[in-house]
């Protein structure tokens, strides 16, 4: 049976609404003391908590989730990974200088979500054979249709320079924001080409974004764009694999 991914709310009021994700399960608390509490006694794969709780901020709460997970580290892992939503630039500063991972409260927290329970999931470089492209995938999407998606994927071969221009521009200038909004078009470009290695590097680089890690962005930046390039040789390899 597939894991239905659950994940803890911790300060938010009832009506934060995410009924239509029904495909995650939630748990909601107010303060530090309660999320600890239900943090010992289970495993969430994501915990959302706002920057000033009513007994605590989440930095105090994060010192306390990380002294449970050293607590149990031999006995019952926790694995829990802690998202902070920050409301002004002070306790996004805050959160830059602990190394946490934060999200304003003015974007899209469903998309962000799903991005991060889907990150343990990807298959990582290394933890197993990646492919450049994958064929067998690639035609079952498409319905088979093979002179279709040979046009396609040469059109974007054409213009990737384009696609990567408008994730490098923005990361140099320092706007995250658009660099992130980007990279996430490109990575599902990516995923309906079936450009395996080339999707499991911007998982990567979407994440540095995230971070603000602007020197670790450009050079996985660097590496998608060889990702890229070895994919369309690879193509240019396999241009029987069009033919019917």
Same mark, same amino acid.
């Given at each position: 049976m597939k894991h239905k991914p659950h994940i803890l709310l911790i300060g938010f009021h009832k009506s934060l609404n995410f009924d239509s994700m029904t495909q995650?399960? *939630?748990?909601?608390?107010?303060?530090?003391?309660? #999320?600890? %509490?239900?943090? @010992?006694?289970?495993?969430?794969?994501?915990?959302?908590?706002? *920057?000033?709780?009513?007994?605590?901020?989440? @930095? !105090?709460?994060?010192?306390?989730? &990380?002294?449970?997970?050293?607590?149990?580290?031999?006995?019952?892992?926790?694995?829990?990974?802690?998202?902070?939503?920050?409301?002004?630039?002070? %306790? %996004?500063?805050?959160?830059?200088?602990?190394?946490?991972?934060f999200f304003p409260d003015t974007l899209n927290l469903k998309s962000l979500i799903l991005k991060l329970i889907e990150l343990p999931k990807e298959e990582k470089r290394g933890d197993k054979k990646v492919a450049i492209i994958n064929f067998k995938d690639l035609f079952v999407r498409v319905d088979n249709n093979r002179e279709f998606i040979q046009t396609v994927i040469e059109k974007f071969f054409e213009i /990737?320079?384009? /696609?990567?221009?408008?994730?490098? =521009?923005?990361?140099?200038?320092?706007? *995250?924001?658009?660099?992130?909004?980007? #990279?996430?078009?490109? $990575?599902?470009?990516?995923?309906? *080409?079936?450009? !395996? &290695?080339? /999707?499991? =590097?911007?998982?990567?680089? !979407? $994440?540095?974004?995230? !971070?603000?890690?602007? $020197?670790?962005?450009?050079?996985k930046l660097k590496q998608l764009i060889a990702d890229i390039e070895t994919a369309r040789q690879f193509y240019l390899a396999n241009l029987n694999q069009f033919k019917r």
């Open positions: 995650i399960s *939630f748990t909601n608390c107010k303060t530090g003391k309660e #999320a600890i %509490e239900l943090i @010992i006694q289970d495993n969430f794969d994501l915990i959302i908590t706002k *920057f000033q709780l009513d007994d605590q901020t989440a @930095i !105090e709460l994060n010192q306390s989730a &990380e002294s449970v997970k050293n607590y149990y580290a031999n006995t019952a892992p926790k694995k829990n990974k802690l998202l902070i939503i920050t409301t002004n630039l002070d %306790e %996004e500063q805050i959160c830059k200088e602990k190394k946490l991972l /990737r320079d384009s /696609r990567i221009n408008d994730i490098q =521009t923005p990361l140099m200038n320092g706007d *995250f924001k658009l660099a992130k909004d980007a #990279a996430h078009k490109l $990575k599902g470009v990516l995923a309906n *080409f079936s450009m !395996e &290695e080339a /999707r499991s =590097t911007i998982i990567e680089l !979407e $994440k540095h974004i995230l !971070e603000n890690e602007q $020197k670790l962005s450009i050079q």
